[in-house]
């Protein structure tokens, strides 16, 4: 149900950008108003997002260790799970950007019933969840990148290369990329295990199928552009550099999946900010994996640390309890002859 | 324990495939059985008095009933309680902003391997409170409702927030695996607050809050009592030694202030660490004191509120600083050093009197650099530096007879990172050492299913659900390798893991670490022993 209605939306911007920039010829509207406020969108959303996060203040460190701890000198730290200075915290946080580090840790639970005799809870690795989200995130990056030759002139040289290694292969014309094949299985990865396995099934919502079948389109869209309609990739560089340039001219004679492409990713920019999609700035700020281990170390500051809260004093107690308390023979700060 | 079904029954009802309704559509179940009593009126009167805010609506109520006799104005309170932690805590709105449903931790929580209850899983307990921020913190929630996961905040949406929030023992055992870091135990913690706002507790968090309030300790045990108590020990200790060793209490002038949690002054097993760690104070000659008022490592306002953990913990510093104590030595429990490691300096630091010095091992004069701030040190660093030292005499052979495997306890893991300290002592004292299997051990431990004040009996068909993964575990050594003894450095495991050994894997004995040392550890002038702190008969002796 939410995985249908997700589709249905994502094929309805398709057929809103065919037959706008198609049957409607608003190419201009297409071209360059929405992207245009698509872009700002994303890029105050994003910030006020950010800022939003940043501002909150952390009153603990709170990190989840995942090694041995700073101890005593002959005991090896796991300096990067469980940091204990900034620079070790970089790096648990770059291996966690990077790497996936916590995703890679991922087991599956086995229950085994054999009619009880020997019932077993077995933990087994389940790497697939990293790879596919691995190679999904960096063939998006490499994407994203190998784009810049049409925001660009001239193209600088980092760009070439990398859309040079993309397309080693050399096979089909125009040649295959390799992330995009990669991007494509990884989406297909990720919406498969929403379909077929029951729990995530179970917890999955609009959130989460709609920008998996966006990016499919996009995906989609822009395979469906290179590899089959073979669009005026120079006349989109057109377009694009005016967009960037804000010299804007009248686009003409551009294949009208370029404008379904364009207006897929508008879309996702638009709905970046509000979305689960912010975890890309999010696990930068995320408490449990920014901060070091070192609250024994270093004083910390929690800014609304309350002074008023404070512990029931020991004078009180003892006068609660100062009778039993001297016939037990505890020293007491005050007798019961100086307390009366 | 009479109603519990049997292990291999039990396990045969759990299922991992979610039911065909939809989760919001599920009814709450709050039939006894899914619940823990409810506090005393007069507990949270109480705590309303001595804790302004945090507590609120004392009475007589049954989580059965239709009608929980809540305040007129609780959604208001909720949604302002909500809205008001959302600005305190980065944590929480980053919480419920950035989960991407990838489901990495929906098999990490022990109550939802042992259960199969989809809401027990830490991504669907966390969306319990995250549809109700959409719902009326969201403009997209608020105009697309269910769509977006979104939902009204209605009674039935508290009534499922005080069964799943404390079907969650905050072991941030998810955490670990989350690729965002989202920490159920964060969000745990909120709801309970929020909870606590509208009157919907449990008698078994209030009841020792209240306890360690008035008396410095969970238990209740009032000074005089705690004197008996411990001069008990020390009487079990002369009969097994010949040596009368020392316990000051309350006394000024001594360098070490040492606190431990109350349970291992009051039951069986936790009484034979409590014996071991006086043991051991008098084999090195510490020169320490311990404290009636402060009488408690455990905090169970870690599992109420911030300012009640803040409140209770308190005490460590107030009474250091009166007794004049350079450092404070702290005893074996779990989420005492949750607390002491992540929460301590930052909530109490400033209260630390000049007397306070970063903590020396005076046998050993190492510094403990690492609780230069806090000036709090764990025992098993201490004790792991003593032996590193040569600092201890151990005749391993009074533990041959054990067989022991070492459990870590959720809190010394994921929230301090103590691994190989404990082992390392327990290598020292003995020799038949076995660990459980990869992926049940360090960082990826398993809960005893009765942290965060859960270990409370009217619960048990839940808590030896949720103890399914650590008793499957022990079973696993325990058919290997013939383990008949399980390790541990935390009060709540020493109460918990009985049951949950006896009914996963019977015939397992639970210890503390420093009831290990003290059967091995030789003392000066003590007599040949021939029972083990148990008084059981040791290795040798039996036919005696």
Known sequence: ?340 | MSKMVKPDELLKTISYTPPAEGWMDLPVNTSPGNWAYPAKQDKVEYLMHEMPGIFANPRQWNPEDVDWKLPSNWKEIVVNGFRERLDKYRSLKLFMDICVRCGACADKCHFFIGSGDPKNMPVLRAELMRSIYRGEFTTAGKILGKLTGARVLEEDVLKEWFIYFYQCTECRRCSLYCPYGIDTAEVTMMARELLHLCGININWILEPVSNCNRTGNHLGIQPHAFKDIVEFMVDDIETITGKRVKCPLNEKGHEVLFITPSGDAFADPGIYTFMGYLMLFDAIGLDFTMSTYASEGGNFGLFTHADAMKSINGKMYAEANRLGCKWILGGECGHMWRVVNQYMDTMNGNMQGPQMKTPVNPITGTVFENAKQTKMVHIAEFTADLIKHGKLKFDKSRNANVVATFHDSCNTARGMGMFEEPRYVLKNVLDNFHEMPEGTIREQTFCCAGGSGLNTDEIMDIRMRGGLPRGNALKHVVDKHGVNTMACVCAIDRATLIPLADYWAPGVNITGLHELVANALVLDGEEERTMNLRQEPLPGFEEE
């Open chain 1, 1 to 340: 149900m939410n995985a249908i209605f997700s589709l249905i939306l994502v094929l309805a911007l398709v057929v809103v950008a065919t037959l706008g920039a198609g049957a409607a010829k608003m190419q201009t509207i297409f071209a360059y108003c929405i992207p245009g406020t698509a872009f700002v969108i994303f890029l105050v959303g994003f910030t006020c997002k950010i800022i939003g996060w940043a501002k909150r203040p952390v009153p603990f460190r709170i990190p989840t260790t995942g090694g041995q701890q700073q101890s005593l000198d002959w005991i090896p730290q796991n300096k990067w799970d469980n940091p204990s200075t900034g620079p070790q915290t970089v790096m648990r946080m770059l291996l966690e950007v990077l790497a996936f580090r916590s995703l890679f840790r991922n087991t599956k639970v086995v229950l085994k019933h054999d009619d009880g005799k020997n019932p077993i809870v077995a933990y087994v690795s389940a790497k697939w969840l990293w790879l596919f989200a691995i190679l999904f995130h960096y063939s998006f990056l490499i994407i994203a990148v190998r784009h810049m030759r049409l925001f660009l002139q001239p193209v600088p040289f980092v760009i070439q290369a990398v859309d040079f290694g993309d397309s080693i292969l050399q096979i089909l014309t125009p040649t295959i990329y390799i992330t995009d094949v990669l991007l494509l299985t990884g989406v297909g990865f990720l919406l498969a295990r929403r379909f077929f396995d029951a729990k995530v099934r179970y917890i999955s919502l609009v959130n989460d199928y709609f920008p998996l079948f966006l990016i499919l389109g996009i995906a989609l869209s822009g395979v469906y552009m290179r590899y089959i309609a073979k669009v005026d990739v120079m006349g989109i560089k057109d377009v694009v550099m005016g967009l960037v340039t804000f010299n804007f001219k009248v686009p003409a004679g551009i294949d009208v999946s370029f404008y379904v492409h364009l207006f897929l990713v508008s879309s996702l920019l638009a709905y970046f900010p509000f979305s689960k999609l912010m975890h890309m700035g999010g696990v930068f700020l995320s408490p449990t994996r920014n901060m070091p281990n070192d609250t024994r170390i270093h004083h910390h500051e929690n800014p609304w640390n309350n002074p008023a809260v404070k512990p029931h004093s020991y004078e009180a107690y003892e006068d609660d309890f100062r009778a039993p308390m001297h016939e037990a023979g505890l020293p007491l700060d005050k007798s019961p002859e100086e307390a009366a």
